[in-house]
């Protein structure tokens, strides 16, 4: 095992600039074209929330971690930048995927035990016998050549957490670890660093808290939970109101308020690198009065544009959270779940 993120199999292996991870991805349909053409699924982050919900479906009822969870929805996605989805029972490898994930990250469960759960939660999906389950497992460890071990971002957020510059509240580590557990549903765990995923759930938390105070969706951690966080229950931020309002201008904050806070001020590679969005169009004075007006946007920028981080990168995987959380406003899962049907009872995969 790699003492750190930088010398893991991860970084090496498990992590790609989007450009590479939509060759990849590209190389993968034209060999499946057929298949995928005869049984299209949705957008990829709606079968992310599906087999994710699957997840927490099955661990209802036996105890786990949150990074147990997390761990294996990086290994689903590992796992599909080989085999297309519509090749494989995702039932049986959601609970194939919590099974080795339970194990790697030293909380396991007997494979029969985890097996009764699957089928009695999906009795139609999963055979009766063990051994399939210890088969797609055998497949699951080899399509990662064995790479077992996930960095993840709950760290570096509570070394944010203690960072007393940032001066982070309970409230806002609460709500950045929920859009952390939320970023798996994205690409982010094969294109960003850990500590970068956990700033950008950091700053997203700091832009949401005032919305979730002033509509009273604020869901205050437990001291249990603040003295644990991972052996809470998997939050998300979806299903607290106003996500698209208290986001819409949050670009233009994190490009204009660094200017603003810290002119002339540079990072890593020897200057800012601010981009404006295309997409999320923004009032500039506005944006720059509410980060001269607010301390805790100034201590959030000053610590973004000192720490060196590829700011552009931020941006990017900000929008690819801020897109997420817009597109989960449209998962249905009913219709989700009657395509995956579909595809398993056509393609013989659901026995």
């Given at each position: 095992m790699a003492a750190n993120y930088w010398t893991s199999t991860q970084r090496k292996f498990w992590t790609f600039t989007p450009d590479k991870l939509v060759d990849i991805r590209d190389d993968l349909e034209k060999q499946n074209a057929k298949i995928i053409e005869q049984h299209p699924y949705p957008d990829r982050r709606h079968m992310m929330i599906f087999l994710r919900d699957r997840l927490l479906q099955l661990a209802k009822r036996l105890q786990f971690r949150q990074q147990c969870v997390a761990t294996a929805l990086v290994y689903l996605h590992r796992y599909f930048l080989s085999t297309p989805m519509q090749n494989v029972n995702l039932y049986l490898l959601a609970a194939t995927a919590f099974y080795l994930a339970s194990k790697t990250e030293e909380s396991p469960h007997h494979v029969r035990l985890v097996a009764a759960e699957a089928r009695q939660s999906w009795p139609e999906f999963i055979p009766g016998d063990v051994a399939r389950l210890g088969e797609m497992e055998f497949c699951l460890i080899s399509d990662m050549r064995s790479q077992l071990i996930v960095w993840h971002p709950y760290r570096s957020l509570i070394a944010l957490k203690e960072n007393q510059d940032l001066k982070l509240s309970n409230d806002e580590l609460g709500l950045a670890w929920s859009i952390i557990n939320d970023s798996f549903m994205t690409d982010l765990p094969l294109t960003c660093a850990p500590h970068l995923t956990a700033v950008i759930a950091m700053f997203l938390a700091v832009v949401?808290?005032?919305?979730?105070?002033?509509?009273?969706?604020?869901?205050?951690?437990?001291?249990?939970?603040?003295?644990?966080?991972?052996?809470?229950?998997?939050?998300?931020?979806?299903?607290?109101?106003?996500?698209?309002?208290?986001?819409?201008?949050?670009?233009?904050?994190?490009?204009?308020?660094?200017?603003?806070?810290?002119?002339?001020?540079?990072?890593?590679?020897?200057?800012?690198?601010?981009?404006?969005?295309?997409?999320?169009?923004?009032?500039?004075?506005?944006?720059?009065a509410t980060a001269k007006e607010s301390e805790k946007m100034q201590n959030t920028m000053k610590f973004l544009v000192e720490s060196g981080i590829d700011i552009e990168r931020m941006i990017e995987g900000t929008q690819e959270m801020i897109a997420l959380y817009d597109a989960w406003e449209q998962y249905n899962e009913k219709s989700v779940k009657d395509t995956v049907s579909r595809c398993l009872k056509s393609r013989g995969l659901d026995g």
């Open positions: 949401f808290l005032p919305t979730a105070k002033s509509t009273g969706t604020l869901r205050p951690l437990s001291h249990e939970t603040l003295s644990n966080p991972d052996n809470g229950p998997f939050s998300s931020l979806v299903g607290r109101q106003n996500l698209s309002g208290s986001f819409g201008g949050v670009l233009g904050n994190l490009q204009m308020s660094s200017q603003a806070v810290l002119p002339n001020t540079s990072n890593g590679n020897g200057k800012a690198r601010m981009q404006q969005s295309d997409t999320q169009p923004f009032d500039k004075e506005k944006a720059i």
